[in-house]
């Protein structure tokens, strides 16, 4: 197509030269004859009529030929350099971020992300899409066409391609139910199964009850849930005995299969791919499950055998892993109980990180980890558990997929895919570009897709499968909205000129700046004395919350209890002094028409230094409609008439909803 479009615009730009050379040529003859008969034009005329034929935004310039007996004139017209750079920058701006490349509304495509993968399965260096279907069957989608369907055995969970070999086809794995199937070159090769734990003894003992009839329904579903509860792994028999509701379904079910014996599943909910020692895109790399019962397993390069094996306190439904099984990795995991937990080395981390909400899905962008939650939010964490930022979606968030294009290292970005069909792309915290492919979307998935290194494929809940490229030449960097200091920032200050009265005025300050610096440190000190004077004046007057004087020192705070209108203020008073008080009377006063205070007086026996001693005071108001009012407290001393010190408890408004009602 490209080449297509190439020659018509070559053969049309042919075309227009040639008649371009016949109106000159013709053009040349008439300005010969039109210099025979007025004797030739002269060189202002040439300049204004080359002007007159330049485009805006350009620089013309004409040569003459004073040799030549015809007076022809040729004009070079030159674009100037920052008016091309401007317009090229504007074309880039209008240019699409994302570009259409196919849309196959009959595809019938069922499967979330976790069973769409994008690799070169077959080695001839072109990407394929597999997808595998919730009805049994490995879809493969080459170009535009269905390269291959393959039938499977079980009902697909997640689906992830490795490399057995470095530089080799990679080997494409799909857990389902307890087993992993590898194919190597789209062939079935081997089939993992799943390592399975023993019984609960809670399980077996629930079931025999059971089919013994010494337990009913609901005896046995309390058990099972209790069980389950508890961190055990039920069977299949088991999990389908709790999804009723009722106990009359629940002995249906559990007489028909109350004979059964009871088998041990381990059903992988996510997998995901590690390389082993060398970070390149085909090196050699291993499996990483992770199971319904909490367990991390790590497989060898062949898929053949467990090498590893980690236990989380819950299941995991999200996993991304990174790094280099041989020098350093780390897997993240985020689990069903709304927390993610992070697994270095082979041993789980004592970082955990509590979701706001439940995840919906996982990133590992860098040094960071970006999760998608229900509350419509995407939120970045450091590895360390620390969030560094949160974005709230308009829509609730379907999938989440990371950019990353290895021949432009400014190509990186999240794609987050919202429920009403628009796909958003974020460079940080940064709206780059949005597409709309017109219906909600299902699952996304970013490669390389035939011989195109930045394809996105979106799958619909109809079953249409899109295929979009990123443009070539994008560079999120520049076009990420909001980047950098704001456009204000160019705007200058509105400074007002300097007037006559200014100019005398920083005159004088320059003459007297001594005389001026004087008056300011007098002035000062004389506030910082006025200061002092009155805050000893507070506290010899007892009129503070802290009293200092010749005999005594004490301090006292006061909170108040209640909704109204009976009220409790309770003190605590601390003797802040070296020395034990002795017989020290407490007084509570207030307006009678506004409080009732009991009681009104109360002597502290002893008052130990650095003790705190608690005084309850109970206030009921006479009117609570009226509005609030202030209680005051006064600690009194035995060798002055004057208090230690007072306290003004400020009494909030009474509660009246219950004598409205």
């Known amino acids: 197509m490209r080449s297509l479009f190439g020659g018509r615009?070559?053969?049309?730009?042919?075309?227009?030269?040639?008649?371009a050379g016949n109106e000159g040529a013709a053009a040349d003859e008439g300005a010969s004859d039109n210099n025979q008969a007025n004797g030739g034009m002269n060189h202002d005329e040439g300049q204004m009529a080359g002007g007159a034929d330049a485009p805006a935004e350009t620089s013309v310039t004409v040569v003459a030929t004073g040799g030549d007996p015809s007076g022809a004139v040729s004009g070079?017209?030159?674009?100037?350099?920052?008016?091309?750079?401007?317009?090229?920058?504007?074309?880039?701006?209008?240019?699409?971020?994302?570009?259409?490349?196919?849309?196959?509304?009959?595809?019938?495509?069922?499967?979330?992300?976790?069973?769409?993968?994008?690799?070169?399965?077959?080695?001839?260096?072109?990407?394929?899409?597999?997808?595998?279907?919730?009805?049994?069957?490995?879809?493969?989608?080459?170009?535009?066409?269905?390269?291959?369907?393959?039938?499977?055995?079980?009902?697909?969970s997640c689906i992830s391609h490795f490399y057995v070999q470095a530089g080799k086809a990679p080997a494409l794995a799909i857990a389902a139910g307890g087993h992993v199937f590898i194919y190597r070159n789209l062939r079935p090769y081997y089939r993992f199964n799943i390592p399975t734990q023993p019984l609960d003894g809670v399980e077996v003992d629930a079931w025999s009850e059971y089919a013994s009839?010494?337990?009913?329904?609901?005896?046995?579903?309390?058990?099972?849930?209790?069980?389950?509860?508890?961190g055990a792994?039920?069977?299949?028999?088991?999990?389908?005995?709790?999804?009723?509701?009722?106990?009359?379904?629940?002995?249906?079910?559990?007489?028909?299969?109350?004979?059964?014996?009871?088998?041990?599943?381990?059903?992988?909910?996510?997998?995901?791919?590690?390389?082993?020692?060398m970070d390149e895109p085909d090196a050699a790399s291993c499996l990483v499950l992770a199971c319904e019962d909490g367990r991390i397993m790590l497989l060898n390069t062949a898929g053949t055998k467990m090498?590893?094996?980690?236990?989380?306190?819950?299941?995991?439904?999200?996993?991304?892993?990174?790094?280099?099984?041989?020098?350093?990795?780390?897997?993240?995991?985020?689990?069903?109980?709304?927390?993610?937990?992070?697994?270095?080395n082979g041993e789980m981390t004592s970082?955990?990180?509590?979701?706001?909400?439940?995840?919906?899905?996982?990133?590992?962008?860098?040094?960071?980890?970006?999760?998608?939650?229900?509350?419509?939010?995407?939120?970045?964490?450091?590895?360390?558990?620390?969030?560094?930022?949160?974005?709230?979606?308009p829509a609730p968030i379907v999938d989440m997929e990371y950019l990353s294009v290895a021949t432009n290292n400014t190509s990186r970005g999240a794609i987050v895919a919202l429920r009403t069909g628009e796909i958003r792309l974020y460079n940080d915290k940064h709206l780059v570009g949005k597409i709309d492919i017109g219906e909600v979307p299902k699952s996304l998935t970013f490669g390389r897709y035939g011989r195109e290194d930045a394809t996105l494929a979106i799958t619909g809940n109809s079953g249409t499968l899109h295929i979009y490229i990123l443009a070539r030449l994008a560079k999120l960097h520049m076009q990420a909205e909001g980047a950098g200091p704001p456009p204000e920032q160019d705007i200058p200050l509105p400074v007002p000129k300097k007037t006559k009265l200014y100019v005398e005025q920083t005159q004088r300050e320059?003459?007297?700046?001594i005389d001026m610096h004087r008056v300011f440190q007098r002035d000062l000190c004389k506030l910082r004395l006025s200061t002092a004077r009155a805050y000893a004046k507070v506290l010899s007057d007892g009129q503070g919350p802290v009293s200092t004087t010749a005999s005594a020192s004490v301090r006292v705070q006061c909170n108040v209890m209640g909704l109204g209108p009976m009220f409790k203020v309770k003190l605590t008073v601390q003797n802040t002094g070296s020395s034990a008080l002795t017989q020290v009377p407490i007084l509570a006063n207030a307006d009678p028409k506004l409080y009732e205070v009991t009681p009104v007086q109360m002597t502290v026996p002893t008052l130990v230094p650095l003790l705190s001693y608690v005084f309850e005071v109970s206030v009921r108001a006479v009117n609570p409609a009226a509005a609030p009012g202030m209680v005051t407290i006064y600690v009194m001393g035995k060798e002055s008439a004057l208090p230690l010190l007072c306290v003004q408890v400020q009494m909030p408004a009474s509660d009246i909803s219950d004598l409205l009602a």
């Open 351 to 393: 970082t955990v990180i509590e979701l706001e909400s439940m995840a919906v899905a996982l990133l590992r962008p860098m040094k960071t980890i970006l999760v998608g939650c229900m509350n419509n939010s995407v939120c970045s964490y450091h590895l360390k558990g620390k969030k560094t930022y949160s974005l709230y979606m």
């Open 9 to 19: 615009k070559k053969a049309a730009a042919g075309d227009a030269a040639d008649a």
């Open 307 to 344: 090498d590893h094996c980690i236990q989380l306190p819950a299941p995991a439904c999200k996993m991304v892993a990174t790094g280099l099984r041989d020098i350093e990795y780390r897997i993240i995991i985020a689990c069903r109980n709304g927390k993610i937990y992070s697994i270095k």
């Open 76 to 156: 070079d017209i030159k674009p100037v350099p920052h008016l091309q750079a401007r317009n090229q920058q504007k074309d880039d701006d209008k240019k699409p971020l994302w570009l259409k490349a196919w849309t196959d509304p009959l595809a019938g495509v069922n499967a979330l992300s976790e069973c769409t993968n994008i690799s070169d399965l077959i080695g001839d260096g072109e990407g394929m899409l597999a997808v595998a279907n919730k009805n049994k069957k490995l879809l493969i989608f080459k170009g535009t066409n269905l390269h291959s369907e393959h039938k499977l055995l079980a009902t697909p």
């Open 510 to 513: 320059r003459e007297q700046c």
């Open 233 to 277: 792994n039920l069977s299949a028999q088991s999990m389908d005995f709790l999804s009723f509701e009722d106990d009359a379904s629940r002995d249906q079910y559990g007489q028909r299969h109350a004979g059964d014996r009871l088998e041990p599943t381990a059903t992988v909910t996510c997998m995901s791919s590690l390389r082993t020692a």
């Open 213 to 230: 009839r010494r337990a009913d329904a609901g005896t046995t579903a309390a058990l099972l849930s209790q069980a389950r509860d508890n």
